[in-house]
């Protein structure tokens, strides 16, 4: 096996230099440095059409580490992991000699009631294209096709006041960095003002708010744009689970737009209703420049499961999806359903991470492509999830229907998509569905079986990508610091482009992990 020397991966400079505002940070803090190492046969390393598919055996070390903490004044949550292949041979074209994965997330309380920080970090691969081999989502973490690293990094001191139960000051300044490669996203800066001020407690009855934000982003390739939005609403209380709600505001946006309006006022009106600690239903409907436009959030929770429903319509770019923490991830969902079980939220946020890792679980639930984009497009997404938790086992279900409209020309894109590809992106909807039953054989060994299934459309041009992927594994805890993972799969991706080729992959694989 040929083995290739690996560059240590960027850290989280801006969450780790949130330490230093706590002075008790040493206490209540968690360090868990980790090895995992991994066998794999592969029947198709870089998810190449069938014919010129190429077998391989891979060995892969994993080392890393998680720090956890919490104090009175700091809160930190960071992880990274450097996944280091050996190919028996020569490395082949079209893989990775290493992958890099981190994230970091802190909160900082630096003088109370007053000055707040907020941080995060992460960097890791991600799809150029919603139309190709979607290596991450298939778990082929060494196929580079149609993949490229992106890293991100926001900080965002802001002032936070009470002024006693009348109202509630928020003032937020944001600075963030996406760095997409030079050749295709690029380096790009923003620099958001924010402000809020809300009633308190003591308007029971009618309740409001007014919002505003500015952004000013610098992007190295594109240049420079910016966004305003400013919104007060009303909530008028009904009764003790029913409010109505009502807005306006105005959005504006800096972009050359296919449809020539980028600003205009907005409204909408709806309701909450949250009859119990359990059950919460949040939705409006209303009018914004580009159209009709609406939003929906409900969730409902019982003893052993969850369901939650969303809908959203906004103005958003890839960006500012690459800065956006997991939307849909397991563990929340796991948090909501082992409430009754663990009342205390350290106990169960230690519950859910165990229950995690001994059944095998991803760390998240389907979500559309984030596709590399530097145009402003309007995205329109329905997601619903449900969970389900046995006495044996536990059931995970998600789905999602998403369309993206772009708003801005497609020069910004075709440099460095092509024109073919950034008009198969000018208008797209991809709609997905994922689903993973554990069974716990014992307090010791699960077994899972997951299937996920996605659609990628150009409604545009008629192209079409479909993926799909199913893997069963088994996971043993041989002792408090020792995990043995084994895992079977089979993914198929086929796309309806001219010439277009199906490929298949089939793989199995072995892994032993140790916390040292």
Known sequence: M?????????????AL?????????????????????????????????????????????????????????????AMTRWHVFAYEGKRMPGTADSVNQYNANAQARVIDDWLY????????????????????????LWATGNRANVHT???????????????????????????????????????TVAASLASGPSFYTLGWSLDYSKQDLDNKLMGPSSSENAMGTLRLRLSRSFALTASRGYDRYDFQSLGGRTAGANWAGGFIWAPSSRTSVRASFGHRYFGPSGSLSASHRRRHSVFNLSYSDEIT???SQFLLPATFDTAAMLDKMFTTSFPDPAARAQAVEAYMKVAGLPPTLADSINYFSNRFMRQKQLHASIGLNGAHGSWLLSAYDTRREALSLAQSDSQFLGSELATASQDTRQRGLSSTYTYRVSSRTSASLSALAFRTQSLSTGLAQDTRTVRFGMNHQLSDRMQ????????????????????TENAVSATLSIQL
């Open 317 to 319: 770019t890839a960006r």
């Open 153 to 191: 990094w926001r900080v965002s001191p802001y002032l936070r006041h009470r002024f006693g139960g009348s109202a509630d000051l928020t003032v937020r300044y944001l600075r963030d960095s996406v760095d997409a490669g030079r050749n295709l996203l690029g380096t790009s800066e923003g620099r």
């Open 17 to 77: 230099a949130l330490l230093a505002v706590a002075p008790q940070c040493h206490a209540g803090w968690r360090f868990t440095p980790f090895v995992g190492v991994t066998e794999t046969f592969t029947d198709n390393v870089a998810l190449q059409p069938d014919e010129q598919a190429r077998s391989a055996w891979i060995g892969e070390v994993t080392p890393g580490f998680a720090l956890t903490g919490r104090t009175p004044r700091l809160s930190l949550a």
């Open 484 to 503: 043995a993972a084994f895992e079977v799969r089979h993914a198929r991706g086929a796309s309806s482009a001219l010439n277009a080729k199906t490929y």
């Open 2 to 14: 040929a083995i290739t020397t690996v560059k240590l991966p960027r850290l989280a400079p801006v």
């Open 117 to 140: 920080v907020d941080a995060l970090a992460s960097g890791g691969p991600q799809s150029v294209s919603a139309f190709g081999p979607q290596a991450a989502v298939t778990g082929n």
